[in-house]
């Protein structure tokens, strides 16, 4: 019968034992790669092609001194619509977006006017008007547009004058600029008209 030398034995031995751990990292990896897949698909939603009729999802980040700002909301387009006394009515509460009510969430404590709005998340909903518009800060962020909102859960409203001198935005857009000194303003952008919210970090 024949044998093979120890030497050779220990080698192939320690080839097998090479190969084994191998295809079990392997395995390891290429289930952490689909848990990865799995939760990156559940945070992150894909954003429909520019052109599409649909809402696009979105989301817009910013810091402003201390405090991380982000904002959540669904981008109608014009697509050749009649929006301000349309599309949107004039003094009714408006979810300023579509689909899920547009969120606001922030790190710390933020000062709009002589409000201290505590850190969360909430629910930002306008009521649009011919010269004027109403901005709102709600409690209850997770709603289907406007369908439950409630006054009662204001934490602020703030009557503002929106700018119609800006440039044409096919899609509702929303920014967070920092005007510096620890304050900063939230803008929501679409068709020819911009309004803002000013605020400071505490």
């Not at 402003?64 to 929006?83: D, E, F, N, S, W």
């Not at 406007?146 to 703030?158: C, F, G, K, N, Q």
Request: hydrophobic share 40%.
């Amino acid at each position: 019968m024949f044998v093979l030398p120890a030497w050779l034995c220990y080698r192939v031995t320690i080839h097998v034992m090479v190969l084994f751990v191998s295809l079990i990292v392997k395995a390891c990896y290429g289930q952490n790669q689909e848990k990865e897949k799995a939760h990156h698909h559940q945070e992150v939603q894909k954003p429909e092609a520019p052109g599409s009729k649909k809402s696009i999802y979105q989301e817009t980040h910013a810091q402003v001194g201390k405090v991380h700002l982000t904002i959540r909301y669904h981008a109608p387009a014009v697509r050749g619509r009649t929006i301000w006394g349309g599309l949107v009515p004039y003094d009714e509460v408006w979810v300023t977006g579509a689909h899920q009510a547009t969120s606001v969430e922030i790190s710390d404590n933020i000062r709009v006017g002589e409000i201290i709005v505590p850190k969360g998340r909430y629910a930002f909903f306008t009521i649009p008007g011919k010269q004027q518009w109403t901005l709102i800060i709600n409690k209850n962020w997770h709603q289907h547009l406007a369908d439950e909102y409630d006054e009662r859960e204001d934490v602020l409203r703030l009557t503002v004058t929106p700018d119609t001198g800006v440039s044409f935005s096919e899609r509702l857009v929303y920014r967070i600029e920092d005007t510096g000194g620890g304050s900063g303003k939230i803008i929501m952008h679409w068709e020819n008209l911009m309004v803002a919210l000013p605020f400071t970090t505490m």
